[in-house]
């Protein structure tokens, strides 16, 4: 990809995610996630345990070291030296050691090895502006063998463009007070106000485009979604 145009990712990515103090904090934040859902969608996706599967992303790890207990070969992607550290302290600690750490970006991570059977991204497209995430989404399926799976979740708005003060005042009512315990809703407004969560309605054909056929798509609220998708074979 030409270098003169693209994006700096680093910019990017959140400056909380680059910072020690906030990733060590950051899965109590989060509030713990299950990473078995995750898992879950992928077998039901006829991903077995010869897999090879990407994370992009990845954060602390959660659902990559759980993923490599389950899968043989598991790269955990992120530009955040920070978040990649805490990763290998605990996969170390978790005596995890089919887990590849690599520092790098969806617009920048080359995949190496044989085509990945999975690619699972969790909360970090939003990372990018609706341009980029069709680059990046192209990109996931060029690394994917045909009938390869992607999950994807993230904060994506399902709602229409007039409902959004209506949604987003809902949102801010059901936030946490307690910043180390949950996002607030000057979290959210953050959110809102510097990252790039798209439309349901947007994203969708971008995937398409990109060549996934949507298999299955969830969102219990109108601000989170996820899908599993399956890239056309031809
Ligand atoms: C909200 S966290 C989600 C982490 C993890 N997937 C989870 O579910 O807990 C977003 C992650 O995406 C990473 N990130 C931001 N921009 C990125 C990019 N362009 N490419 C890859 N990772 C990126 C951040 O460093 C951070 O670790």
Redesign the pocket.
Known sequence: MGNRWL?D?LA???PE??DPDFVAG??RK?GM?DPSVELAALRAAGVTAGATVV??????G??AIAAAREFRRVVA????PA?LDHLARTAEAEGISNLERVR??????RHEGAPADAVV????LH??PDFWKAV?LDRIAKMLRPGGVLRL?DLIYDFKPSEAEEVFGRWFASAADDPRAGYTADDYAEHIRTEHSTFRWLLEPMLDAAGFEVVDAEFPHPCYGSYTCVLRTA
């Open positions: 994006l990712e990017h990515a959140g995610h680059l950051y899965d989060q996630p994370d992009l992303g990845a954060g602390t959660r659902l992607v992120d530009v955040s978040m790098g970006g969806f617009l920048t991570y991204t969790r909360h970090a990372q990018l990046a979740r």
